[in-house]
Each structure stands twice: as C-alpha cells, then as structure tokens.
Nanobody, 124 residues
Framework: QVQLVESGGGLVQAGGSLRLSCAPS????????VGWFRQAPGKEREAVAA????????VYADSVKGRFIISRDNAKNTVYLQMNSLTPEDTAVYFC?????????????????WGQGTHVTVSA
C-alpha cells in the first residue's frame, strides 16, 4: 500500500501562486505516474495535470494550461504542482494520485493510490 501525502495548500489572493507537493511514504516514486486532481465545492472531481515517469511527459487540463506546471524530482521523491496566476475558480481540494505506469494519464479511474487532499482557497 502506498500512502501519498500532499502539502502546500493554503489561502492566496487572486493572481498569486502556490506550490503543492506530493510524496509517498515508504516507497520510491520514480516508477509511478502521478496525477493532480481537484474538487471544488459542489462539483465533481476533475483532472488538473499528470506526469509520467519521464519528467518531460506531462499533460494538462485546458483550464490550467499556461498557468500550472507539474514536475517531479526523483532525488527528493516528490512531485510538484506549481500554480501561478490563481483565480477564485481554482479554489478546491487538490489531490494527488499515483500508479505504477510509464505514461501520464488524466483518467481518474486509472490511479491506484490517492492522497487525503490539500485545500487551496483563492480570494478575489
């Protein structure tokens, strides 16, 4: 069993930035593809970004393209989501998910392991 721990959420003003981190406990992350998902109040969970084993293999939702960057640092066993130019519409609980696979995927059902989520609130 892989336990994922997200961190870095918080309250930020519109136009600001946050960096979320996702790290597994007791496992090496390098064999895993990792996705970031979010769920806003009253809405379904949606995919935000994903990264494959190769740091160059990334995919993004259209709503965050050009603003968010997903990356991984295998030496630190961590995947990051850098969020820039935040808007109130980005307010949500953000989850990371992982699966042993090569390629990035935005399909929620693909992932085997999920974190508990970290709250991001963007004020107007």
């Amino acid at each position: 069993q892989v336990q994922l721990v997200e961190s870095g959420g918080g309250l930020v003003q519109a136009g600001g930035s946050l960096r979320l981190s996702c790290a597994p406990s007791g496992r090496t992350f390098s064999d895993y593809a990792v996705g970031w998902f979010r769920q806003a109040p009253g809405k379904e969970r949606e995919a935000v970004a994903a990264i494959g084993r190769s740091a160059s293999n990334t995919v993004y939702a259209d709503s965050v393209k050009g603003r968010f960057i997903i990356s991984r640092d295998n030496a630190k066993n961590t995947v990051y989501l850098q969020m820039n130019s935040l808007t109130p519409e980005d307010t949500a609980v953000y989850f990371c998910a992982a699966k042993i696979r090569i390629l990035a995927t935005m399909f929620e059902s693909t992932y085997d392991y999920w974190g508990q989520g970290t709250h991001v609130t963007v004020s107007a």
